[in-house]
């Protein structure tokens, strides 16, 4: 058995703070580097989500990104079945990425007696608080890598086992969302994760593109910015795969770059027909 404490987070974002604010502390932290918000995962099957992920974007551009996140994400599981003294997990259902990975996680554990979890969903208070008017205010982020260091000591304290309700649930959720293995997740009020259809998104790409050409990249990142919210949050290439598909449907006029070639896309042009 590993002596100290394993952190498990789901971003690299959430590792890179967790380990940050830890660094003086004996213990090791690790990342899930894929995205469950996104992609089949009804079983979760690293070669099958590799292949969807390959799909969106033909052309090549994510071949390498799809060998170094299989490559990542089975050293995360290999890692995570290993023994350690205390495991201590860090989430957010105000994330999708954080929300989902934990679901997966907590489905393959079959021994919880040395797991507890940090759930940031309701913010933190106290110690490490900001304050405000003399006073401590509640902080409340939609994901684990937006947080100062010293929030997240504060959050270490409230580390806990997770209670059977919650337990159940969890796993009612994911076994839900297994069933319906949906290509797309989305988030409601409360930290509710739902399946959603894969044009969710498209009326807000469509949205930002303008009369004039503009760039695909320049359109993709204004999305992100748009939907950075609570509710709705996905990636990149996602995003950029639906405009690729509102160009094949018309929606979407492109030039600028082959159609195909998602390695030139800062190169791409795409306009709204009028």
């Known amino acids: 058995m590993h002596t100290g404490t394993q952190h498990i987070t789901f971003s690299d974002s959430g590792r890179g703070a967790v380990r940050h604010a830890l660094k003086n502390t004996e213990c090791t932290v690790i990342s899930l580097p894929d995205d469950l918000g996104v992609g089949p995962i009804h079983p979760y099957d690293s070669a099958t989500r590799i292949d969807f992920f390959s799909g969106l974007c033909p052309g090549g551009e994510f071949a390498e990104y799809a060998d170094e996140m299989k490559i990542l994400s089975d050293a ?9 003294e205390k495991k201590v997990v860090w989430f957010s259902r105000r994330s999708t990425m954080e929300y989902a990975g934990f ?26 608080a900001e304050m405000y008017g003399g006073k401590p205010y509640r902080i409340v982020t939609d994901a684990i890598g937006a947080m100062k260091p010293e929030w997240i000591v504060a959050a270490l304290g409230t580390s806990r086992p997770l209670r059977e309700d919650e337990i159940v649930y969890y796993h009612a959720v994911w076994a839900r969302l297994q069933d319906e293995n949906a290509n797309l997740r989305t988030l409601w009020r409360g930290g509710q994760l739902y399946s959603a259809e894969e044009d969710l998104y498209d009326d807000s790409i ?23 919210d609570e509710y709705h949050q996905t990636g990149d290439l996602y995003l950029y795969s639906r405009l690729l598909y509102l160009v094949d449907m018309g929606t979407i006029t492109c030039r600028g770059g082959q159609k195909g070639n998602a390695s030139s896309r800062s190169e791409t042009e795409s306009s709204l027909i009028r």
């Open 206 to 228: 469509c949205g930002l593109v303008p009369g004039e050409w503009r760039s695909a990249a320049r359109v993709v990142g204004e999305a992100l910015g748009k939907l950075s």
């Open 76 to 84: 995360f599981w290999e890692s995570v079945s290993e023994p350690y």
């Open 103 to 128: 679901l997966e996680f907590l489905s393959c554990q079959d021994d919880l007696s040395r797991i507890e979890v940090v759930d940031l969903t309701d913010g933190i208070t106290g110690e490490g």
